[in-house]
């Protein structure tokens, strides 16, 4: 194949795509057959085949069992804004963010004490197996899971103290700034690193997506003079949600 050529199942995935976008192909429309394309296209049953696949796997079209396949309607992504720690508010910065953003949010949580990872001992500036406390959250936004969090906090700060459960006790619900600085702990700085992946199976499943999407992952530790005092991955649809910063310039 000469140097910079499309192999040319991409060539025909390009033109259906096109199609899609432009609106040719609207939401809900049944894609070309194989033998459509093939003919359309002067290509093999195995390039269609590829071509199809590949727009499956962009999320663009959509399997219906016994009827074929289906052009998806794209959502106008929504933003999520992330702007920090605003003193005074008491609020996680999840309710912070939506309050914002005009909408209140709910969440549901579970938190059980394990030995951390080595990855999250790393993040955490631990030992790998030293115990953690681990809580997990799926957030909704008029009922519909937008968001996904799994956090780690270290039990050598919060253990036996009236914090040490994330979401419960007289501080529950609060940020992380709030909780620590109720056990003299200061937070002075959070470090955000944003990425995408393809969606794990039961991340896809809470968070309605199908097999292949892709969620932006935000790994997320808060530091007290330099110690890490928590540490989480926040996962997102990326298909369905803009990360929106808005940091002060000092």
Known sequence: MPFGEQPAYLRVASDLREKIVNGALPPHTRLPSQARIREEYGVSDTVALEARKVLMAEGLVEGRSGSGTYVRARPVPRRIARSGYRPG????????????????????????????????????????????????????????????????????????????????????????????????????????????????????????????????????TYYASGLAVETADVVVPADRYRIAYHLPVK
């Not at 957030?139 to 780690?152: K, Q």
């Not at 459960?165 to 700034?177: A, S």
């Not at 600085?181 to 809470?206: F, H, K, Q, T, W």
């Open 89 to 220: 508010s008491g609020a996680s910065p999840f309710r912070q963010e939506q309050t914002e953003e005009g909408v209140r949010g709910t969440w549901e949580s579970r938190s059980e004490q394990e030995g951390a990872s080595a990855e999250v001992a790393e993040r955490l500036g631990i030992e790998p197996g030293d115990r953690v406390m681990r809580t997990r959250y799926v957030f909704r936004e008029a009922g519909e899971p937008i968001m996904l969090s799994t956090s780690w906090e270290p039990l050598a700060v919060t253990g036996r103290t009236p914090v040490m459960l994330p979401e419960e006790g007289p501080l529950g619900g609060c940020g992380v700034v709030d909780r620590m600085a109720a056990i003299d702990v200061v937070v002075d700085n959070v470090a955000e690193e944003v990425g995408a992946r393809p969606g794990l199976a039961e991340e896809l499943l809470a968070l309605g997506g199908v097999p292949g999407h892709v969620v932006m992952v935000i790994g997320r």
